[in-house]
């Protein structure tokens, strides 16, 4: 049986205008730079693909949303690293505010 090393986070949309098209991209953008981990985000009982812009966009995340990430897969320096890439994005509103 083969273990696979996962990492579960909760981040809250803080910017005013939610989860929209620039958001999304920047998102994906950081979970892409990471071949090795899959990401999957939860908004409730929506699920997305954290590396497609679009389904990201399906998750209608307003402002104050909180949103749990699982990154699956890669070495636990890689899943600190995009963690803490997403936390930093979400603490910066997305850089919108």
Same mark, same amino acid.
């Given at each position: 049986?083969?273990?696979?090393?996962?990492?579960? $986070?909760?981040?809250?949309?803080?910017?005013?205008?939610?989860?929209?098209?620039?958001?999304?991209? @920047?998102?994906?953008?950081?979970?892409?730079?990471?071949?090795?981990?899959? %990401?999957?985000?939860? *908004?409730?009982?929506?699920?997305?693909?954290? !590396?497609?812009?679009?389904? @990201?966009?399906? @998750?209608?995340? $307003?402002? *104050?949303? /909180?949103?749990?990430?699982?990154? &699956?897969?890669?070495? %636990?320096? /890689?899943? !600190?690293?995009?963690?803490? &890439?997403? !936390? *930093? @994005?979400? /603490? *910066?509103?997305?850089?919108?505010?």
């Amino acid at each position: 049986m083969a273990f696979v090393l996962q990492s579960l $986070r909760i981040f809250c949309v803080k910017n005013r205008l939610g989860l929209h098209t620039a958001p999304a991209v @920047l998102i994906a953008r950081i979970a892409n730079k990471y071949p090795r981990i899959d %990401v999957w985000v939860w *908004n409730g009982d929506e699920q997305a693909n954290g !590396k497609s812009i679009m389904a @990201l966009m399906t @998750l209608e995340a $307003r402002c *104050n949303t /909180e949103l749990l990430f699982l990154a &699956e897969g890669g070495s %636990v320096d /890689e899943q !600190k690293a995009l963690i803490n &890439e997403l !936390k *930093n @994005l979400f /603490e *910066n509103k997305f850089f919108e505010d």
